[in-house]
């Protein structure tokens, strides 16, 4: 066990991410799980829809998917090294108590992190300076567990791993938290499918299932911010944010961002945030623009788009007539 410690310290550095090391070693499984999925699909519908654009396994999509999966976990290893595991490293010198890893405290763990993933993924979507690290996730039109993979390179730097520090000030090891965040993410890359089916409503009650994040990654407008829960979905429930499948799911953005450009993909969101702050207007108001909700629009601006979007209800717009706009949830 020392030897192996000692393996990941020679990789990670001295203030391990346990998150990318149990990220890192179910990639093997994401891969054969993508197999299986697309397998299981193919037989069901007799296609294999690589090259047909709005399919479940159009070939740009997931390898779009898939870029920003590698750019994504180079760049938390980095950030790890340069920032985030010294910081962490300092906030565990200086935490209130300590807890000793054990059973009970694993399994408080699990709900303490469940808990806090919550809060950062609905934060993720109803303020716009995280939800510029948070699009990119949801700026997919198809679903599959390759879609998992869309990642922001922006999480470091947005902050992202502010929202697991608390546990750690309570006494919870870093360690252990950022190793149930890192088997929270593994899970929902076997939930980003189509291929399975709604399950037992017991089953759908309690977890975060395929269905239950097919809904999460709907543009339809019941679907909008609902379903936040990592593995469970007890907090939902507890804070009215549940919402079963009913009808039929539109995934993507309700401005739809029309590019497979890894760079577009990463910051689209994020320059125009600062473009809409940097817009005249009153001080006051243009500072809103990092933590009010991303639809919102100050008085006599219309949002800057960059890059060509597509609204569901309008059609093409460069930019977009002034109206409350509301992102996908």
């Known amino acids: 066990m020392q030897d192996i410690l000692q393996w990941i310290n020679s990789i990670f550095g001295p203030h391990v991410d346990w998150k990318q090391v149990v990220v890192l070693t179910m990639t093997p499984l994401f891969i054969l799980g993508f197999v299986a999925e697309f397998l299981a699909m193919r037989r069901r519908t007799g296609r294999w829809d690589l090259a047909r654009p709005g399919q479940r396994f159009y070939w740009r999509e997931m390898l779009a998917s898939t870029s920003l999966g590698l750019g994504y976990y180079a760049s938390e290893a980095l950030m790890h090294l340069l920032l ?58 198809t ?33 252990l938290i950022l190793a149930m965040l890192g088997l929270n993410l593994a899970y929902q890359w076997f939930i980003h499918t189509q291929a399975v089916g709604r399950l037992h409503p017991a089953l759908e009650w309690i977890f975060d299932t395929p ?20 593995v469970l979905m007890i907090y939902d429930h507890l804070f009215g944010t549940y919402e079963p499948e009913v009808e039929k799911i539109e995934f993507g953005i309700t401005q739809q961002i029309k590019s ?38 100050r008085p006599g601006h219309a949002p800057v788009h960059t890059w060509s979007v597509v609204r569901e209800d309008r059609g093409p717009a460069d930019p977009p007539e002034p109206g409350v706009l509301r992102p996908q949830g």
């Open 260 to 297: 497979y450009n890894w760079f577009v993909l990463n910051f689209h969101e994020f320059v125009d945030m600062f473009r809409d702050v940097l817009a005249p207007g009153p001080l006051a108001q243009r500072l809103q623009h990092f933590w009010r909700p991303p639809e919102w629009q």
């Open 211 to 230: 269905s239950n994040h097919c809904v999460h990654h709907g543009r339809n407008p019941q679907y909008i911010d609902k379903n936040y829960g990592g």
């Open 143 to 175: 679903m599959n567990m390759t879609t998992a993979a869309r990642q922001s390179i922006l999480n470091g730097v947005i902050g992202v791993w502010w929202f697991f520090v608390p546990p750690i000030l309570l006494g919870f090891h870093p360690g």
């Open 84 to 141: 985030v595991g010294a910081v962490l490293a300092w906030i565990w010198e200086h935490r209130l108590f300590e807890l000793p890893i054990n059973a009970w405290t694993v399994v408080a763990a699990f709900f303490v992190e469940e808990f806090c993933y919550y809060w950062y993924h609905r934060t993720a979507h109803r303020v716009r300076w995280f939800w510029t690290q948070h699009v990119s996730h949801h700026s997919g039109e």
